[in-house]
């Protein structure tokens, strides 16, 4: 079983974060949502919130969506979709 | 030399002027493409990811979810977007756009196609039909903005709400690289793409009409502001290129007159020394 996965946050005009994490925290509409390696298939909305990002060497980061937004997962690849951040 | 010194030298200044004019736009349109190319770059992955969600979420569902995807009656009540620049001197270009939309009328006929007309050049070639141009933007230059992406959006997408148009169709120039453009004809609605190949089944949060409710606005938004992106992105392009081969030719030019010019005194030059010569051989005499 992989520990990490790959995750792309794109906004319009710009690629905001393109990598390998290990865990996933994101604003959905009906709360944050959290996504580990090895999630079942998911699409869901987003909303404006803080989507927090912990890489392999878990550091943290923090983006701040200020927009509505999507969000992917299918077979350890997650893809963010922002309209702006 | 028939031509006088004079004549020439007006020539070759009114050729320098012109090339000043044309490498200035050449630099203009470099800069311009530079800032749209890289903004291109970027909105390509952002309109190919949401419609792959799209795509993947459309598998094995009922289309009913969305007025967008409705199936309506092919051939009959059509609106035609065409982008084309506001300026010339960008090659063919514009010529490129307004052929394929020719080619399109042509096959649907006049009573059957509207239009939505995007700059100048395809609207002043398309004034004579005035009645089925239904909405044009003019004046643009080549200058994206939000705002006109989305009043081409609401227009776009009201037309097809209010059943005004069952079919939208985009023409524009796609951006390949600053030699080669193509122009496509797209449909834009009803929103028809292939369901994907992800044969598994997602789990939507909170559920699938919301989701859809957000995801296909988004969607079209994305596909309106791609096809101005590249359409203007093409456009500096072929302008980049045309400006830069005036220029070179106006160079061309520059030189064989020069050369021109100094024969052409040269000669006169001569002539004088020969007359000089001769008369002083005369007096002599």
Redesign the interface.
């Known amino acids: 079983m992989e520990k990490d996965f790959l995750v792309t946050i794109l906004s319009r005009d710009n690629t905001l974060y393109e990598g390998r994490v290990k865990s996933l925290n994101v604003p959905a509409e009906r709360g944050y949502l959290g996504v580990l390696a090895n999630h079942d298939f998911l699409v869901s909305n987003l909303v404006s919130g803080k989507i927090t990002i912990r890489k392999p060497s878990d550091e943290l980061l923090v983006i701040n969506s200020k927009g509505k937004g999507f969000l992917e997962v299918a077979r350890n690849k997650v893809s963010m979709l922002l309209t702006s951040a | 030399m028939l031509q006088s010194l004079k004549a020439i030298k007006n020539r070759i200044r009114s050729i320098e002027n012109t090339r000043k004019v044309t490498s200035a736009m050449q630099m203009i349109s470099a800069t311009k493409l530079s800032r749209l190319d890289s ?1 291109l770059v ?2 390509r ?2 309109a190919r ?2 419609e ?2 799209l795509s ?2 459309l598998l094995g569902r009922q289309v009913s979810l969305n007025p967008f995807l409705e199936p309506r009656p092919s051939g009959e009540r059509i609106v035609l977007c065409l982008i084309t620049a506001d300026n010339g001197l960008c090659g063919v270009y514009n010529n490129n756009v307004i052929r394929q939309a020719e080619d399109f009328i042509s096959r649907y006929g006049w009573d059957k196609v509207k239009l939505v007309i995007v700059g100048k050049k395809g609207w002043s070639y398309f004034k004579n039909y005035r009645e089925s141009i239904l909405h044009s933007y003019l004046g643009l230059s080549g200058r994206y903005s939000d705002k006109v992406c989305e009043e081409l959006l609401n227009n776009l997408t009201s037309l097809f709400l209010s059943k005004q148009a069952d079919e939208v169709y985009l023409v524009y120039t796609r951006f390949k690289n600053a030699l080669t453009n193509q122009v496509v004809v797209e449909k834009f609605l009803n929103i028809d793409i292939k369901p994907g190949e ?1 044969k ?7 559920n699938i009409s ?2 859809m409710q ?2 296909i606005p ?1 969607y079209l938004a ?1 596909r309106v ?1 791609l096809a101005l992106l590249e359409a203007f992105t093409s456009e500096h392009a072929s302008r980049l290129v045309a400006m830069r081969t005036a220029t070179e030719n106006a160079k061309d030019l520059l030189n064989s007159l020069v050369l021109l010019r100094n024969k052409v005194r040269q000669a006169s030059i001569t002539r004088e020394i020969i007359e000089i010569v001769s008369a002083a051989e005369a007096l002599k005499g």
Request: glycine share 4%; net charge negative; hydrophobic share 40%.
């Open positions: 903004r970027h909105n992955p952002f990811g949401i792959s969600i993947n979420l992800a598994n089944e997602y789990i939507v949060e909170p919301r989701v957000e995801l988004e994305a502001r």
